[in-house]
């Protein structure tokens, strides 16, 4: 097996030891790009002499007797909204590639290269992330590892894919509306939405400043929580970002499930959707030796609020643009926001302060329960160019649903780590562990059981069991 | 005026005149079908009543 198919965890591991050289990592790394990207399509940018440089950093730090940082020659990618120095920040769209190369990284690459991570380029994406499939008019569709006729889910889509088929073993990718959650779903990984304001967004490229996210996605919870809390701490570039200092959780990942309360969401999370969206939330309970259910009040208002704040913000942010360069967006993208930029300020507003009464609302449903289950999307990875789905007999639109069960949540952005369960279908489907503000350490304990009992696992595609 | 009678055309008008917008004949099926679309779905949010304490409450730290 290469070591690539393994944990980042093993690979640190390895490169600290002297087992194996940061720059041979790196090399295996390319290599397997190489070969396994054109087919998926996950990279857009592959930044070789840059990893190279960084792989030779650390084995000179490990040759000198220094200590290389916790994921020493670990290989990363980073969706392309991400500033990497020396590359436009594309954001998945033709416009912004003609913006001047970034003088400098965002924030969570350089924590990760301090840690002694490897940057090895920048990720496919829905165009602007307003996007859920993982599809690009400009770049193309970024492909399911698993199948790659799928999608891998979006917006944060080559995150998703680069993961899964052992390209790399972490990737940061954005939520707005499910965008790491709908991926790691769709492709079968482990992706961490950390609470609203925990990471700073400083060097991405927006789209909802009420519910942007950024975070990681890996292939095991250990992996999940390294990487977080190697990235955690302030940035002043961020007025949403909390200024509390780093609460590391990699630690008490082992403490487990013991002793939490946990319950499935019931009502809206368990209609809507394919049975094996519910099959893996079930599969999930069952280990845990979960039997209560909860009520998450107005889930579907919750849902609704969301997808007109989001329209309303994306077009904001976009008016001059689409104003100038309309034609050079994708219509998909273009024609959305237009219109959110015709929806009245009233509505925008009613919804931000039904928000607030939502917050609250979940902070009550908080006092008696410490985790909530619930789907992570309502079905498995649809065909590329998809563009409706059935379910319960009724045909719909399937962009605007795929988020169905995400969006409620990082409405008021709550963590939740997304598990992923293989084998109760064709192909994997995710399931949402949601924790009260604050609390990613619930989540992930949570996600670590459900690791250890075997039921959420994340397997390279085409790897052997 | 509920989202059955809702009138796409004559937001759009309205509306692209206000923004100063030109609309053009490739972007505007798209539009007003979205147009029609964030009205059914905002009905929801329009419908719930909220009292009028009740407000989003930016926090702005020191």
């Given at each position: 097996m290469s070591i690539l198919e393994g944990t980042a965890a093993g690979i640190a591991a390895a490169v600290r030891a002297g087992d194996v050289t940061a720059a041979a990592v790196t090399e295996a790394a390319l290599l397997r790009i190489e070969r396994t990207n054109p087919h998926l399509n996950a990279f857009t940018d592959v930044t070789a002499e840059r990893a190279r440089a960084e792989a030779a950093a650390v084995d000179a730090t490990i040759a000198a007797g220094r200590d290389p940082g916790p994921l020493a020659g670990v290989p990363f990618a980073v969706k392309n909204l991400f500033d990497i120095a020396g590359l436009p920040t594309r954001a998945g769209s033709k416009i912004n590639r003609e913006r001047p190369p970034a003088a400098a990284d965002g924030p969570l690459i350089r924590r990760l290269n301090g840690a002694g991570a490897v940057l090895l380029g920048g990720l496919n994406m829905g165009e602007y992330a307003y996007d859920f499939t993982g599809e690009n008019a400009h770049d193309g569709p970024a492909r399911?590892?698993?199948?790659?006729?799928?999608m891998t889910g979006g917006s944060s889509g080559g995150s998703g894919g680069a993961v899964a088929a052992g390209m790399v073993p972490l990737a940061l990718g954005s939520d707005t509306n499910g965008s790491i959650r709908v991926p790691s779903s769709f492709c079968g990984i482990f992706g961490l939405k950390p609470t609203y304001g925990r990471l700073p967004r400083t060097g991405s490229f927006p789209f909802v400043d009420s519910f942007d996210h950024l975070g990681p996605f890996a292939r095991s919870v250990a992996d999940l929580a390294s990487v977080y809390d190697a990235m955690q701490g302030p940035d002043a570039g961020d007025a949403a970002c909390t200024a509390w200092g780093v609460e590391p959780v990699a630690a008490d990942l082992a403490r487990g499930a013991d002793g939490l309360r946990i319950a499935v969401a019931g009502g809206y999370f368990r209609r809507g959707g394919e049975a094996q969206a519910y099959e893996a939330v079930d599969r999930c309970a069952e280990a845990l030796g979960v039997s209560r259910e909860v009520e998450i009040p107005e889930a579907a208002r919750a849902r609704a609020a969301a997808f007109v704040i989001s329209n309303v913000e994306g077009a904001a942010l976009h008016l001059d643009t689409v104003r100038t360069?309309?034609?050079?967006?994708?219509p998909e993208v273009r024609d959305r926001l237009i219109s959110g930029a015709m929806i009245p300020g009233a509505w925008y507003v009613k919804a931000q302060r039904f928000r607030r009464w939502f917050h609250a609302r979940m902070l009550e449903v908080f006092r008696d329960v410490d985790v909530i289950l619930a789907p992570a999307t309502p079905v498995t990875a649809p065909k590329l160019g998809q563009k409706t789905m059935v379910l319960g007999g009724v045909e719909m639109l399937l962009r605007p649903n795929i988020g169905i069960y995400t969006q409620p949540i990082s409405f008021i952005g709550l963590p939740v780590a997304a598990v992923p369960l293989h084998g109760l279908g064709a192909m994997p489907i995710g399931v949402q562990v949601i924790a009260p503000p604050w609390r990613e350490d619930l989540a992930l304990r949570v996600a670590h059981t459900l690791e250890a009992a075997g039921v959420a696992t994340a397997p390279v595609a085409g790897a052997a069991p | 005026m509920s989202a059955e009678e809702f009138d796409a055309e004559a937001v759009l008008a309205g509306a692209a005149a206000m923004l100063d917008l030109t609309i053009t004949a490739e972007q505007r099926p798209g539009v007003l079908m979205h147009l029609a679309n964030t009205r059914r779905v905002a009905q929801a949010v329009l419908d719930f009543p909220l009292p009028p304490e009740t407000e989003n409450g930016p926090v702005f730290r020191s």
């Open positions: 399911n590892p698993h199948d790659p006729t799928r360069r309309a034609d050079d967006y994708d | -």
